[in-house]
C-alpha cells in the first residue's frame, strides 16, 4: 500500500512521488465514484500493511500514543522514524516497521489493524489519496484533488457490489478530525517563510520537533518554564493543557507561528512588554523564549 499524500514542500522526501501523482493520476472530485471493499475474507487482507511508508502528522501520533497509553517520548523511541535529508526545512516522522521478514506494521494482528479506530490518516484514506498542485503565481494555493492508488495485489477493487463517492468514502473512515489537525500543521509546514527561502536552526527544528510531536516534553516546557507568566493566556485554556493533549497540540500551533514565524498568535503581557522597552540588553529577556528548543529552557 502506497501512501495516500498531502500537499508538501518541494524539499520534502514526498515530493517526487507527488509529480508523478498530479502527472498519471485521474483526478477525483468529492462526489466521483468508485468501487472498493476490504474486509478479512479477502485473499489479500493484511498483505498490504507491511513495507510501506507512512508519515505521521502531529494528530496521527497524538492518537496513538493515547492508545497505547505510551508516553510520547516512549512512542517515538519505539515507533518512529526521523529521516534526514539536507534540504529538509521541517520534521518528517515515519511509522517504524517490523524488524522482520515483510517489514508488517507493529500494529497489525491477525484480525487486522489492533489501532482500528485511532489508525493514522494515510490508512483512513486507503485507496484514495490527496495531493494538490502548485500554488499559482499570485499566491493562492492550487487545486487540491483525490485519486486513486491502485496498488499491484489488491483485490479490493474487485469487491462489489458497494460503491462509494469520495465524500462518501472520507466520512465513513472518519477523515474529518485528521483533516481539520493536518490544515493547521500544514499552515506551519508550508509558510510562506519556508516559500522565501527561510530556514530553521537546529534548535529550532528540535523545537518544532517537540512541540509537535513529544507532547509530554512540551507540557513540561510549558509550565515548568516562565512562559505562562510572560505571556497572556486565558486561564481555562491552560488549566485545560495540562490534562488535555488536544489543547495542548493547539496551543502547540499558536507558540510556533508565533516563536517561528513572528506571527502575533500569543500575546506578552504588559509588564513584559514594559521591561522589554526599557531592556538595554533585549537578550535579557527573550532569549529563554522562542528561540530555544524545550529541553534549553531555564527551569
Given at each position: 500500500m502506497s501512501e495516500p499524500t498531502a500537499p508538501v514542500p518541494p524539499e520534502d522526501p514526498r515530493a517526487r512521488l507527488q509529480e508523478r501523482i498530479l502527472a498519471d493520476h485521474p483526478r477525483l472530485g468529492p462526489d466521483d465514484g468508485f468501487q472498493f471493499a476490504c474486509h478479512p475474507g479477502i485473499s489479500c487482507f493484511n498483505r498490504c500493511c507491511a513495507d510501506v511508508n507512512i508519515f505521521l502528522s502531529p494528530y496521527d501520533v497524538l492518537r496513538l500514543k493515547k492508545r497505547l497509553g505510551m508516553p510520547s517520548g516512549e512512542f517515538l523511541q519505539k515507533h518512529v522514524l526521523m529521516p534526514v535529508h539536507k534540504d529538509m526545512k521541517t520534521p518528517v516522522v515515519l511509522l517504524r516497521m517490523n524488524d522482520d521478514e515483510h517489514k508488517t506494521c507493529p500494529f497489525l494482528t491477525d484480525q487486522g489493524c489492533g489501532v482500528y479506530s485511532d489508525r493514522p490518516w494515510p490508512c483512513r484514506m486507503y485507496p484514495l489519496g490527496l495531493a494538490a498542485a502548485k500554488d499559482t503565481p499570485d499566491g493562492w494555493r492550487g487545486e487540491r484533488f483525490y485519486f486513486l492508488l491502485r496498488e499491484e495485489g489488491c483485490r479490493g477493487f474487485e469487491e462489489?457490489?458497494?460503491?462509494?463517492?469520495?465524500?462518501?468514502?472520507?466520512?465513513?473512515?472518519?477523515?474529518?478530525?485528521?483533516?481539520?489537525?493536518?490544515?493547521?500543521?500544514?499552515?506551519?509546514?508550508?509558510?510562506?517563510?519556508?516559500?522565501k527561502g527561510g530556514t530553521l536552526s537546529p534548535e529550532k527544528m528540535h523545537m518544532m520537533f517537540t512541540a509537535c510531536y513529544d507532547l509530554d516534553s512540551f507540557r513540561d516546557f510549558v509550565f515548568g518554564s516562565t512562559l505562562l507568566s510572560r505571556f497572556e493566556v486565558d486561564e481555562d485554556f491552560v488549566e485545560e493543557m495540562r490534562y488535555d493533549d488536544e489543547a495542548l497540540l493547539r496551543f502547540a500551533f499558536l507558540w510556533l507561528r508565533f516563536s517561528l514565524f513572528g506571527e502575533p498568535t500569543v500575546k506578552a503581557k504588559a509588564k513584559v512588554v514594559e521591561a522589554f522597552m526599557n531592556s538595554l540588553d533585549k537578550r535579557e529577556l527573550f532569549d529563554k523564549g522562542p528561540g530555544k528548543a524545550p529541553e534549553e529552557e531555564t527551569r
Open positions: 462489489g457490489p458497494r460503491q462509494w463517492t469520495v465524500r462518501e468514502w472520507l466520512e465513513d473512515q472518519g477523515i474529518e478530525d485528521y483533516d481539520l489537525w493536518g490544515e493547521q500543521f500544514k499552515e506551519l509546514t508550508l509558510h510562506e517563510f519556508f516559500e
